[in-house]
């Protein structure tokens, strides 16, 4: 099955704890993307990559960091920086190509508590 | 700064209903509109994309139209059923910086009652 993978689908960390959110997509797709939502609000954009070795910071890149290191791969650190993170993240993909008419697929999210 | 609004923020209607859910966006240079479906808990579902050369798109029961110029799109939902209650979510992506970056609303919730 093609699709893009989230790990965990809950993750408890406690305070002042670094933790990391895996998602990994076996679409070839060369752009990757990771979102945060908060209760009753949109998508808000962290971190995105449109290839292997390169991101660039969203909206809200404060107190997070990720990795492009591999195609199908890009993990979200969130540090003990970031000061309010218990959200839902959600990891997105979507193909490359001149332009901006790629659609972004989603994966399922990691709903992440801090204790 | 684009910014992106659904009103309203929730609908309950009973089953069988024909609705309309909005969405409007204060800058017009936009690539295109996507509209998404999301359940409780879950991550977002793609229903619709209309690019910003389109007036609308078509899949099954569901229905987008986009009007750039105002600024605002429609998800039109024929014969609403129980399996539609979600949240529905409208988010733009922008012409001005990177040409991959969406701005979403914060969504519709729609519940369908049988």
Known sequence: DGGITQSPKYLFRKEGQNVTLSCEQNLNHDAMYWYRQDPGQGLRLIYYSQIVNDFQKGDIAEGYSVSREKKESFPLTVTSAQKNPTAFYLCASSPSGAGGDNEQFFGPGTRLTVL | ?114
Not at chain 2, 2 to 24: D, M, R, Y
Not at chain 2, 55 to 73: F, I, P, V, Y
Not at chain 2, 79 to 97: E, I, K, W
């Open chain 2, 1 to 114: 700064k684009q910014e992106v609004t659904q009103i309203p923020a929730a609908l309950s209607v009973p089953e069988g209903e024909n609705l309309v859910l909005n969405c409007s966006f204060t800058d017009s240079a936009i690539y295109n509109l996507q509209w998404f479906r999301q359940d409780p808990g879950k991550g977002l579902t793609s229903l619709l994309l209309i690019q910003s050369s389109q007036r609308e798109q078509t899949s099954g029961r569901l229905n987008a139209s986009l009007d750039k110029s105002s600024g605002r799109s429609t998800l039109y939902i024929a014969a609403s059923q129980p399996g539609d209650s979600a949240t529905y979510l409208c988010a733009v992506r922008r012409r001005s910086g990177s040409a991959r970056q969406l701005t979403f609303g914060s969504g519709t919730q729609l519940t369908v009652l049988p």
